[in-house]
């Protein structure tokens, strides 16, 4: 377990190698202005840690397990602050043998020789159901209080073909929910583009790290500037190759990047370094997150949007 802090004008970038749930509770509250993230999806890869999100035993105790990391994420996030989660779907198979997959695909490949919840029989839905987790989540968070403003369609016009499913159109989208903490939050609809709630980013295959579900980059950069000031500040608790903590380096926005992997952790770092970042203490980082971010009062995304009428609370 640790943390780390770079700098680079004036940027300061952190990054957590911890559990989640665990890192999320050092952070200061109210502080991030966007949260962007991608958790591991149900049972579709493997991380290679005991402790890894994916592989809980029911689907209910992965929609808690995520929803209580949430919480963290809805504690840290300043009132204004936005939400994107990006979310995919897992088959349930039932017919009690490992699902074969894609044999390019090395962090599939447990699926081909472990037996996971998913293949078990005596689910009490039909076998070959789509489970419809995505939406589970979504509706977990809206019980508990997050304000689901958003289900934004990611097209992925370049995703892999699917050679098994014969019998059902092949996936090309994914969910990116978009929550706010409460009714009254900032947002610079200008770096929608001409886009609206389908945003159409192929899929990257330039890995910057070995690493298998990177996100795109242009993604990250549109949630980052919907959401955040110049010299805001960005939350990613699943932070894999370090997408986020790089898009925010390049779009000058402060960023904590959390993930459980070493291996990651350290690359992202060595990588920051590379790229002229300098080791800066964690006390640092702890201390720019906690100055008000310097350009909010006058960023567009909180001049237009709607203000919170006098006297209401949320
Ligand atoms: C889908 S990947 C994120 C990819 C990221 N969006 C990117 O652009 O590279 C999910 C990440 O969650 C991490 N992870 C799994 N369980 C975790 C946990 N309990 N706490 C923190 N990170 C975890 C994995 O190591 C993996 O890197």
């Given amino acids: 377990m640790a943390n780390f802090c770079l700098r680079q004008d004036n940027v300061h970038l952190g990054l957590m190698q911890n559990d989640a749930l665990k890192a999320?509770?050092?952070l200061p509250p109210n502080t991030f202005d966007v949260a962007?993230?991608?958790?591991?999806?149900?049972?579709?890869?493997?991380?290679?840690?005991?402790?890894?999100i994916g592989h809980e035993d029911t689907v209910d105790n992965y929609v808690k397990r995520l929803a209580d990391i949430f919480d963290e994420v809805k504690r840290?996030?300043?009132?204004?602050?936005?939400?994107?989660?990006?979310?995919?779907?897992?088959?349930y198979s039932g017919n009690g043998q490992p699902h074969g997959s894609d044999p390019a695909c090395s962090s599939r490949n447990f699926m081909r020789t472990k037996l996971r919840p998913v293949d078990q029989s005596g689910w009490d839905i039909p076998q070959k159901s789509l489970i419809g987790i995505?939406?589970?989540?979504?509706?977990?968070?809206?019980?508990?209080?997050?304000?689901?403003?958003?289900?934004?369609?990611?097209?992925r016009d370049n995703a892999l073909s699917?050679?098994?499913?014969?019998?059902?159109?092949h996936r090309s989208y994914e969910h990116i929910f978009m929550f706010s903490k409460s009714r009254f939050y900032s947002f610079d609809r200008s770096k929608l583009g001409d886009q609206e709630d389908v945003w159409r980013f192929p899929i990257e295959r330039v890995k910057l790290i070995d690493h298998n579900a990177?996100?795109?980059?242009?993604?990250?950069?549109?949630?980052?500037?919907?959401?955040?000031?110049?010299f805001g500040k960005v939350l990613d608790p699943f932070v894999g190759s370090g997408t986020t903590v790089n898009v925010a380096r390049a779009l000058k926005?402060?960023?904590?990047?959390?993930?459980?992997?070493p291996s990651y952790i350290k690359q992202i770092r060595?990588?920051?370094?590379?790229?002229?970042?300098?080791?800066?203490?964690?006390?640092?980082?702890?201390?720019?997150?906690a100055a008000p971010s310097p350009n909010f009062k006058q960023w567009i995304g909180n001049l237009k949007n709607m203000k919170k009428p006098k006297g209401k609370k949320n």
Wanted: with cysteine.
């Fill in 24 to 26: 999320l509770k050092e």
């Fill in 36 to 52: 962007v993230t991608s958790p591991p999806y149900f049972w579709v890869r493997d991380y290679g840690f005991d402790a890894q």
């Fill in 76 to 91: 840290v996030l300043c009132d204004e602050g936005v939400f994107y989660l990006n979310i995919g779907d897992t088959y």
């Fill in 134 to 155: 995505p939406w589970k989540v979504a509706f977990e968070l809206q019980r508990r209080n997050w304000t689901l403003r958003s289900d934004i369609i990611w097209e």
């Fill in 162 to 169: 699917e050679p098994s499913a014969r019998d059902r159109p």
């Fill in 214 to 230: 990177p996100f795109p980059t242009a993604l990250v950069e549109r949630c980052i500037e919907t959401g955040s000031p110049p």
């Fill in 253 to 261: 926005r402060h960023c904590v990047g959390i993930d459980a992997h």
């Fill in 270 to 289: 060595q990588n920051l370094m590379d790229l002229g970042c300098k080791p800066f203490g964690w006390p640092n980082m702890i201390q720019s997150l």
